[in-house]
């Protein structure tokens, strides 16, 4: 027998899958055809039995069997040995991956390598040059010139970091003349000098000390009048951060001692 | 693509790159739902969880085989269904011990166990009832019509995912489940006026 051509639209119909305008047609032919009725109306009872079916539960015992089973062989990986992977899989990509971005950053990874090795090589770390300032390696390379210079230098700008360290932002502003600007100003250009002494000598200890006068020497000859106050209490918290007070005696004593020596 | 696939995706992605952590994440997810589908083919529960265990082993191995164009769910699924039809091949060459018997001992058992508890109400009893015959009918159908069937009303698969689960095209999934809904209906009012 020759199945009616509206036939495989029922299915999709009773599944609510049809498209509006089959619907249509398919609802425009149905009161035509009785083959289509019939079998609509057994599709339609298939469909909601089935959808009222309700499977029962597996027994308890075999499911938890079949979890457990499932759990052992794909258990989780311990900890250390995910992150291990992780690492290796993120290590793997950066060296074999091809992609532009990756190349970049493999490039950019073995120059910082060959930077950081060539600087270890080449140049001793700070941290010892502070060591060798203790140890008073560093002063004995200095001219007997140079370490007099310097120690008048020292002296000077040990004056002026006392000073600050042991006043107080709320005395008068006129008591507060050691922030003069021209002091400041004088003092800042022996520093450039005593700089150029430094780095000419390598000696980096000195170096940073200098740095860091000069930081305070540029807050004192740039300060504004109205905020004083403000600019004081900078200062006197960028000295007592950076220790400057003892570090310059120490620089200051070790110099006397190199002077002794020489002399 | 929704949000499932997608978490799904990068499970898949992990497990291939040798992460067994990610496909445990995902074997939990679905092994509910396969040991069920298993179980709605084949209707023995020790078949079933012997076919959703062999179902991931099977997965985890050939996972590098996996296209990631189609879903993870669904490319599970189609090992589930036919590690099932074999298993229905298998039943179907030993005629004493067929599906048919099984599901007669199930329901034996069931009847035994309902009159033993005496308690159970008159509509708890007509719900299993029909439960029996639709699975009795289910149990008639070919593999394909019945998988078809399986997937559209217990496991909500679409008929483009029936279609890629059973390996054909949509058109033919269609035809599967329309002559199994047919069937169905035949089975259904036979099993009726018998009773």
């Known amino acids: 027998m020759k199945s009616c051509p509206f036939e495989n639209l029922l299915l999709p119909y009773v599944q609510r899958e049809l498209s509006k305008s089959d619907r249509f047609r398919l609802l425009s032919h149905l009161p035509t055809c009785q083959d289509c009725n019939q079998t609509l109306a057994d599709l339609q009872t298939v469909d909601s039995s089935l959808r009222r079916h309700q499977r029962e539960k597996a027994p308890h015992d075999l499911y938890v069997s079949y979890v457990e089973g499932l759990e052992t062989r794909f258990r989780p990986e311990p900890f250390l040995k995910i992150r291990w992977r992780q690492l290796t899989e993120l290590a793997g990509k950066l060296f074999l991956s091809s992609s532009p971005s990756f190349r970049l950053a493999r490039a950019f990874a073995i120059l910082l390598v060959g930077v950081l090795l060539g600087r270890q090589l080449f140049y001793p770390s700070t941290t010892s040059k502070i060591n060798a300032f203790d140890s008073q ?3 004995t390379t200095l001219t007997k010139d140079d370490i007099q210079f310097i120690a008048d230098y020292v002296v000077q700008s040990e004056l002026l970091l006392l000073t600050i360290a042991n006043s107080s932002a709320d005395e008068p502003t006129d008591d507060l003349i050691y922030l003069n600007k021209d002091i400041a100003q004088t003092l800042l250009y022996k520093t450039a000098k005593v700089q150029r002494k430094a780095i000419a000598l390598e000696d ?13 020497l540029l807050e004192i000859s740039n300060r504004d009048d109205e905020e004083i106050r403000t600019t004081f209490r900078d200062i006197k918290n960028m000295i007592k951060e950076s220790d400057m ?19 | 693509m929704s949000r499932t696939a997608e978490s799904d995706l990068k499970l898949v992605q992990s497990a291939k790159a040798g992460n067994k952590t990610a496909f445990g994440t995902l074997v939990k997810k679905y092994q509910q739902k396969v040991f069920y589908l298993a179980f709605d083919l084949v209707h023995d529960y020790d078949d079933a969880k012997d076919i959703a265990q062999e179902a991931f082993i099977k997965s985890f191995e050939k996972l ?32 004493h011990e067929s599906l048919d018997d099984n599901i007669h001992e199930i329901e034996r058992q069931k009847n035994v166990e309902q009159m033993a ?6 509509m708890e009893l007509q719900n299993s009832a029909q439960r029996q015959q639709i699975d009795k009918a289910l149990m008639n159908l070919s593999p394909n019509q019945r998988a078809a069937t399986v997937l559209k009303y217990f496991h909500q698969q679409s008929s483009k995912e029936i279609a890629h689960v059973l390996g054909c095209s949509e058109s033919t999934a269609r ?5 199994a809904m047919k069937n169905l209906r035949k089975h259904l009012k036979g099993i009726q006026e018998s009773l």
């Open chain 2, 117 to 122: 508890e005496g308690q159970r109400s008159d």
């Open chain 2, 64 to 95: 590098q085989q996996f296209e990631e164009r189609a879903q993870f769910s669904t490319w599970l699924y189609r090992i589930a269904v036919n590690l099932a039809m074999d298993q229905y091949r298998r039943r179907k060459r030993r005629p």
């Open chain 2, 175 to 179: 035809i599967h489940l329309f002559r």
């Open chain 1, 204 to 216: 980096d200890v000195i170096i940073i000390f200098l740095n860091r006068l000069e930081l305070v």
């Open chain 1, 137 to 139: 390696q560093t002063a």
């Open chain 1, 245 to 263: 007070v003892q570090k310059s005696r120490r620089l200051q004593h070790r110099l006397e001692t190199t002077l002794a020596e020489s002399a």
